[in-house]
Protein backbone atom coordinates (compact mmCIF):
# COMPACT_ATOMS: atom_id res chain seq x y z
CA UNK A 1 0.00 0.00 0.00
CA UNK A 2 1.45 3.15 -1.17
CA UNK A 3 1.32 6.12 1.81
CA UNK A 4 0.66 9.24 0.72
CA UNK A 5 2.11 12.68 1.62
CA UNK A 6 -1.20 13.20 4.31
CA UNK A 7 -0.65 10.07 5.78
CA UNK A 8 2.98 10.05 6.30
CA UNK A 9 2.53 13.79 8.30
CA UNK A 10 -0.18 11.58 10.48
CA UNK A 11 2.22 8.73 10.99
CA UNK A 12 4.99 11.64 11.84
CA UNK A 13 2.49 13.13 14.12
CA UNK A 14 1.38 10.29 16.08
CA UNK A 15 5.04 9.14 16.70
CA UNK A 16 5.96 12.37 18.19
CA UNK A 17 2.99 12.14 20.25
CA UNK A 18 2.95 8.71 21.55
CA UNK A 19 7.41 9.20 22.17
CA UNK A 20 5.96 12.47 24.19
CA UNK A 21 3.82 10.73 26.34
CA UNK A 22 6.26 8.03 27.06
CA UNK A 23 8.74 10.44 28.02
CA UNK A 24 6.47 12.36 30.19
CA UNK A 25 5.51 9.26 32.25
CA UNK A 26 8.89 7.43 32.45
CA UNK A 27 10.94 10.96 33.13
CA UNK A 28 8.78 13.85 33.98
CA UNK A 29 6.77 11.67 36.35
CA UNK A 30 3.26 13.12 34.99
CA UNK A 31 0.28 11.51 36.29
CA UNK A 32 -1.04 9.53 33.16
CA UNK A 33 -4.40 11.04 31.45
CA UNK A 34 -6.52 9.28 29.09
CA UNK A 35 -5.35 10.42 25.79
CA UNK A 36 -8.60 11.23 23.70
CA UNK A 37 -9.29 13.06 20.58
CA UNK A 38 -12.34 14.89 20.27
CA UNK A 39 -15.19 12.26 18.78
CA UNK A 40 -13.53 10.10 21.18
CA UNK A 41 -10.94 8.75 18.61
CA UNK A 42 -8.00 7.90 20.14
CA UNK A 43 -4.17 7.87 19.01
CA UNK A 44 -4.43 3.90 18.56
CA UNK A 45 -7.95 3.81 16.19
CA UNK A 46 -6.22 6.63 14.26
CA UNK A 47 -2.66 4.61 13.74
CA UNK A 48 -5.11 1.60 12.77
CA UNK A 49 -6.99 3.86 10.45
CA UNK A 50 -4.16 5.03 8.92
CA UNK A 51 -2.94 1.60 7.48
CA UNK A 52 -6.33 -0.19 7.15
CA UNK A 53 -7.65 -0.33 3.41
CA UNK A 54 -10.56 2.34 4.40
CA UNK A 55 -9.35 5.27 2.56
CA UNK A 56 -9.98 8.77 4.53
CA UNK A 57 -11.83 11.50 3.06
CA UNK A 58 -10.10 15.04 3.15
CA UNK A 59 -12.09 16.31 6.41
CA UNK A 60 -11.48 13.45 7.96
CA UNK A 61 -7.40 13.02 7.78
CA UNK A 62 -7.92 17.17 8.59
CA UNK A 63 -9.90 16.09 11.95
CA UNK A 64 -7.50 14.14 12.85
CA UNK A 65 -4.22 16.44 12.01
CA UNK A 66 -5.94 19.39 14.17
CA UNK A 67 -6.91 16.43 17.05
CA UNK A 68 -3.04 15.57 17.30
CA UNK A 69 -1.76 19.21 16.97
CA UNK A 70 -4.13 19.60 19.86
CA UNK A 71 -2.74 17.39 22.11
CA UNK A 72 1.09 18.42 21.30
CA UNK A 73 0.42 21.85 22.29
CA UNK A 74 -1.09 20.59 25.37
CA UNK A 75 1.65 18.11 26.04
CA UNK A 76 4.41 21.50 25.22
CA UNK A 77 2.80 23.42 28.28
CA UNK A 78 3.23 20.69 30.35
CA UNK A 79 6.49 19.98 29.67
CA UNK A 80 7.21 23.69 29.91
CA UNK A 81 5.50 23.69 33.16
CA UNK A 82 7.60 21.02 34.48
CA UNK A 83 11.14 21.86 32.75
CA UNK A 84 10.32 26.12 32.66
CA UNK A 85 11.48 25.87 29.40
CA UNK A 86 8.97 28.95 27.89
CA UNK A 87 10.15 31.81 30.48
CA UNK A 88 6.71 33.05 30.49
CA UNK A 89 5.70 30.05 32.13
CA UNK A 90 6.92 29.63 36.03
CA UNK A 91 9.28 26.59 36.63
CA UNK A 92 7.48 24.51 39.60
CA UNK A 93 9.41 24.54 42.59
CA UNK A 94 11.21 21.53 43.88
CA UNK A 95 10.28 20.79 47.39
CA UNK A 96 12.27 18.65 50.07
CA UNK A 97 10.22 15.25 50.86
CA UNK A 98 10.07 15.23 54.65
CA UNK A 99 8.45 12.18 56.21
CA UNK A 100 7.46 10.43 52.98
CA UNK A 101 5.59 13.81 51.91
CA UNK A 102 6.46 15.49 48.94
CA UNK A 103 4.44 18.53 48.22
CA UNK A 104 2.57 17.84 44.90
CA UNK A 105 0.49 20.64 43.44
CA UNK A 106 -1.92 18.81 41.44
CA UNK A 107 -3.41 16.92 44.11
CA UNK A 108 -5.45 18.12 47.28
CA UNK A 109 -4.10 20.12 49.59
CA UNK A 110 -0.62 19.18 47.79
CA UNK A 111 -0.82 15.44 48.57
CA UNK A 112 -0.73 15.73 52.46
CA UNK A 113 -2.72 12.96 54.73
CA UNK A 114 -6.19 13.47 56.64
CA UNK A 115 -8.73 13.20 53.80
CA UNK A 116 -10.83 10.24 54.40
CA UNK A 117 -13.87 8.61 53.50
CA UNK A 118 -16.96 9.14 53.11
CA UNK A 119 -16.02 13.48 53.06
CA UNK A 120 -12.78 12.49 50.88
CA UNK A 121 -11.64 16.40 49.74
CA UNK A 122 -13.77 18.24 52.25
CA UNK A 123 -13.30 22.25 51.82
CA UNK A 124 -16.80 23.21 51.22
CA UNK A 125 -15.55 27.05 51.77
CA UNK A 126 -12.93 27.20 49.16
CA UNK A 127 -10.23 27.30 51.58
CA UNK A 128 -7.51 25.89 50.66
CA UNK A 129 -7.54 26.87 46.51
CA UNK A 130 -5.03 28.54 45.10
CA UNK A 131 -3.30 28.65 48.59
CA UNK A 132 0.66 28.07 48.36
CA UNK A 133 2.82 25.36 49.78
CA UNK A 134 4.34 27.40 52.97
CA UNK A 135 0.17 28.31 53.46
CA UNK A 136 -0.71 24.85 53.23
CA UNK A 137 1.56 23.99 55.69
CA UNK A 138 0.66 26.73 58.29
CA UNK A 139 -3.02 25.73 58.10
CA UNK A 140 -1.80 21.90 58.63
CA UNK A 141 0.49 22.95 61.45
CA UNK A 142 -2.47 25.15 62.91
CA UNK A 143 -4.98 22.25 62.25
CA UNK A 144 -2.83 19.61 63.90
CA UNK A 145 -1.49 22.26 66.90
CA UNK A 146 -4.95 22.85 68.04
CA UNK A 147 -6.04 18.95 67.44
CA UNK A 148 -3.44 18.31 70.24
CA UNK A 149 -5.01 20.74 71.94
CA UNK A 150 -8.42 20.13 71.73
CA UNK A 151 -7.76 16.25 72.58
CA UNK A 152 -5.90 17.61 76.22
CA UNK A 153 -8.78 19.53 76.97
CA UNK A 154 -11.41 16.71 76.60
CA UNK A 155 -9.67 14.15 78.71
CA UNK A 156 -8.89 17.68 80.90
CA UNK A 157 -12.81 18.04 81.14
CA UNK A 158 -13.96 14.59 82.01
CA UNK A 159 -11.23 13.87 84.46
CA UNK A 160 -10.40 17.17 86.32
CA UNK A 161 -14.05 17.30 87.22
CA UNK A 162 -13.84 13.71 88.27
CA UNK A 163 -11.07 13.80 90.83
CA UNK A 164 -9.43 16.91 92.53
CA UNK A 165 -6.31 15.79 94.28
CA UNK A 166 -4.71 19.07 93.28
CA UNK A 167 -4.84 22.63 96.30
CA UNK A 168 -6.21 20.41 98.77
CA UNK A 169 -9.17 19.72 96.87
CA UNK A 170 -10.82 23.19 96.65
CA UNK A 171 -11.04 23.05 92.83
CA UNK A 172 -14.66 22.39 92.08
CA UNK A 173 -17.62 22.42 89.80
CA UNK A 174 -17.26 22.84 85.86
CA UNK A 175 -13.84 22.87 84.00
CA UNK A 176 -14.52 26.10 82.39
CA UNK A 177 -14.21 28.02 85.82
CA UNK A 178 -11.02 25.76 87.12
CA UNK A 179 -8.28 28.26 85.80
CA UNK A 180 -9.53 31.47 87.48
CA UNK A 181 -10.43 29.00 90.53
CA UNK A 182 -6.16 28.35 90.55
CA UNK A 183 -5.85 31.55 89.95
CA UNK A 184 -6.78 32.69 93.05
CA UNK A 185 -6.07 29.85 95.13
CA UNK A 186 -2.82 29.38 94.30
CA UNK A 187 -1.35 32.52 92.06
CA UNK A 188 1.95 31.59 91.52
CA UNK A 189 1.12 28.25 89.94
CA UNK A 190 -0.84 29.89 87.65
CA UNK A 191 1.84 32.30 86.28
CA UNK A 192 4.20 29.58 86.64
CA UNK A 193 1.61 27.30 84.18
CA UNK A 194 1.53 30.54 81.70
CA UNK A 195 5.41 30.55 81.59
CA UNK A 196 6.04 26.75 80.75
CA UNK A 197 3.00 27.47 77.92
CA UNK A 198 4.74 29.53 76.47
CA UNK A 199 8.20 27.84 76.82
CA UNK A 200 6.69 25.11 74.84
CA UNK A 201 5.41 27.53 72.09
CA UNK A 202 9.16 29.17 71.75
CA UNK A 203 10.16 25.83 71.49
CA UNK A 204 7.77 25.02 68.40
CA UNK A 205 7.98 28.05 66.59
CA UNK A 206 12.40 27.79 66.92
CA UNK A 207 12.05 24.22 65.91
CA UNK A 208 9.59 24.73 62.68
CA UNK A 209 9.41 28.26 61.98
CA UNK A 210 11.78 30.34 60.20
CA UNK A 211 13.63 33.34 61.90
CA UNK A 212 11.59 37.05 61.82
CA UNK A 213 14.61 38.46 59.81
CA UNK A 214 13.96 35.76 57.31
CA UNK A 215 10.33 36.33 57.16
CA UNK A 216 10.51 40.35 56.63
CA UNK A 217 13.34 39.68 54.11
CA UNK A 218 10.37 37.52 52.31
CA UNK A 219 7.79 39.96 53.01
CA UNK A 220 9.67 42.81 51.45
CA UNK A 221 10.80 40.55 48.26
CA UNK A 222 7.19 39.57 47.51
CA UNK A 223 5.90 42.99 48.61
CA UNK A 224 3.20 41.61 51.16
CA UNK A 225 0.81 44.60 52.58
CA UNK A 226 1.31 45.89 56.32
CA UNK A 227 -0.78 42.53 58.41
CA UNK A 228 -0.91 40.13 55.57
CA UNK A 229 3.14 38.94 56.61
CA UNK A 230 4.27 35.50 54.96
CA UNK A 231 5.32 33.84 58.07
CA UNK A 232 7.35 31.00 57.03
CA UNK A 233 7.30 27.38 58.24
CA UNK A 234 11.07 25.78 57.18
CA UNK A 235 11.48 23.60 54.27
CA UNK A 236 12.45 20.60 56.32
CA UNK A 237 9.59 20.75 58.59
CA UNK A 238 6.78 18.57 58.76
CA UNK A 239 3.59 20.81 59.85
CA UNK A 240 3.30 18.69 63.69
CA UNK A 241 6.38 17.13 63.96
CA UNK A 242 8.63 18.30 66.52
CA UNK A 243 10.60 15.08 67.22
CA UNK A 244 8.55 15.04 70.88
CA UNK A 245 8.35 11.11 70.60
CA UNK A 246 9.47 9.46 73.65
CA UNK A 247 7.71 6.15 73.21
CA UNK A 248 8.92 6.11 69.81
CA UNK A 249 5.95 5.45 68.19
CA UNK A 250 6.83 7.40 64.93
CA UNK A 251 6.71 4.96 62.15
CA UNK A 252 9.85 4.74 60.00
CA UNK A 253 7.34 3.50 57.02
CA UNK A 254 6.14 6.71 54.58
CA UNK A 255 2.71 5.01 54.33
CA UNK A 256 2.40 4.16 57.93
CA UNK A 257 3.34 7.41 58.74
CA UNK A 258 0.34 8.67 56.48
CA UNK A 259 -2.54 6.46 58.24
CA UNK A 260 -0.87 7.14 61.78
CA UNK A 261 -1.17 11.10 60.43
CA UNK A 262 -4.51 10.68 59.21
CA UNK A 263 -5.62 8.98 62.29
CA UNK A 264 -4.31 11.96 64.57
CA UNK A 265 -5.76 14.40 62.62
CA UNK A 266 -9.30 12.88 63.08
CA UNK A 267 -9.26 12.31 66.41
CA UNK A 268 -8.11 15.72 66.41
CA UNK A 269 -10.82 17.18 64.71
CA UNK A 270 -13.32 15.21 66.91
CA UNK A 271 -11.94 16.20 70.03
CA UNK A 272 -12.29 20.05 68.60
CA UNK A 273 -15.81 19.80 67.61
CA UNK A 274 -16.12 17.95 71.35
CA UNK A 275 -14.38 20.33 73.56
CA UNK A 276 -16.48 23.06 71.65
CA UNK A 277 -20.00 21.28 73.02
CA UNK A 278 -18.63 20.58 76.41
CA UNK A 279 -17.62 24.44 76.67
CA UNK A 280 -21.22 25.34 75.30
CA UNK A 281 -22.83 22.91 77.54
CA UNK A 282 -21.09 23.88 81.12
CA UNK A 283 -21.89 27.55 79.59
CA UNK A 284 -25.98 27.07 79.46
CA UNK A 285 -26.58 25.69 82.54
CA UNK A 286 -23.28 25.21 84.38
CA UNK A 287 -23.51 22.13 85.31
CA UNK A 288 -20.64 19.80 85.09
CA UNK A 289 -20.17 17.10 82.03
CA UNK A 290 -20.61 14.57 84.18
CA UNK A 291 -23.71 15.89 86.05
CA UNK A 292 -25.15 16.59 82.21
CA UNK A 293 -24.61 13.22 81.25
CA UNK A 294 -26.44 11.95 84.62
CA UNK A 295 -29.32 14.51 84.18
CA UNK A 296 -30.05 13.53 80.79
CA UNK A 297 -29.81 9.46 81.39
CA UNK A 298 -32.41 10.10 84.34
CA UNK A 299 -34.79 12.00 81.94
CA UNK A 300 -34.86 8.94 80.21
Known sequence: ??????????????????????ACFSWQKIPAVEFRLRGKRDASSSLVSLFSNTELSDSQEEFVVQSIENDLRKLDKRAAL?????????RLPVHLTVNGWTPDPFKFCYGLPGNIAPLGNFDPLGVTKDLSVHEIKRYREAEVTHGRVAMLATVGYLVGESFHPLFGGQVLGPANTHLSQVQEIAPPFF??????????????????????????EENQRKQHK???????????????????????????????????????????????????????????????????????????
Open 1 to 22: MIVGTRRLKLFGQLVVLLSSYV
Open 82 to 90: QNGADARVP
Open 191 to 216: TLLAILIGAVELLRALIGWESPSKVL
Open 226 to 300: AGNYYALLKEDYYPGDIGFDPLKLKPKDATDFSIIQTKELQNGRLAMIAVAGMCAQELVNGETIIGNMKNMFYAW
